[in-house]
């Protein structure tokens, strides 16, 4: 029988780490799983909220309190090199599970040895909860489980939200200590001929606040993210001969995406985007450019 860890990584989420533990402690599973929370040094009173809450459920929650920050990146990594679940499931500390998560990602893997990497639906919502939408499916069909191959997911790119990531523990073979987004993980599990699978069902509150810090809701912090982004998107082209064309596609539609988003684009993009016109494919770019129309919110506040 496989076992899993659920990894989080949390930040300054005073307000959110308990709701978020809760919602993780109270699914119903029929296989070992553990808890990991690594805290980087946060400012407010998170590691004392922590600390608390592993006092009320003693045994259930392995703990990492940094007294240092050490930033998003190596604290991702820290933490999900404690894992020793066969199944690993990453969770943001101020996002909320919903019921049958674990459960139903888990025998995704259980009855499909060939899948590496499992997503699922999302309800983005806000604090107030006056904003709320939920995610849409990246097929056009209905199938409750969706298959994906290695060369759709170079192709689509990034098309769930963090929460919703889960692996074989196995999968994953790049060492890294430098900031990524988790598409880079994802192709990195599927190589050379494994799949993914998308379940058509929300499993995950995804908080989305209108004015929240994120880097996300600046554009220095967009263009740090396209930039992270497509520079791994570059480095899979040269190393994958044989996904360029389809690599080309998710270039061209993040590409727009970025020059629409922050009005910028940087001089590597454009030698790239004239380099490899090679590459260019009619029918996979609109297929890409449908698939991310699908797979986001349908209102968006950010």
Known sequence: MLTGSVVVSCY????YIEECLDSILSQEINFDC????????STDRTQERLRAYSDRNPGRLKLLLRDKNVGAALNYHGVHKMASGDVVYHFDGDDVMLPGKLQRQY???????????????AVYFSDDNSYSSETRYPNADTEMVSLISLEEMARWGAI??????????????AVIDREFMEWFFVIDSLLPDKQAAYINAPLV??????????YLSTTAGKIKSYTI???????????????????????LVTFLAMARSTHKCTAKSLIFLFRNLHCFRLQKIVETVNVRKRVGPEKQVR
Request: with cysteine; aromatic share 14%.
């Open 160 to 173: 769930a939200v963090h929460s919703s990531y889960a692996y074989r523990r196995t999968s994953r073979r």
């Open 34 to 41: 553990e808890v990991i929370v690594s805290d980087d040094c």
């Open 205 to 214: 509150r995804y908080r989305c606040n209108p004015s929240a810090g994120s």
């Open 107 to 121: 025998d995704v893997f259980k009855d499909n040895a060939d899948v590496n990497v499992v997503f699922h639906k």
């Open 229 to 251: 982004y497509l520079n791994d998107l570059y480095g899979y082209f040269n190393s994958q001969p044989r996904l360029r064309s389809d690599l080309y596609s998710n270039f």
């Open 12 to 15: 300054n989420q005073e307000d």
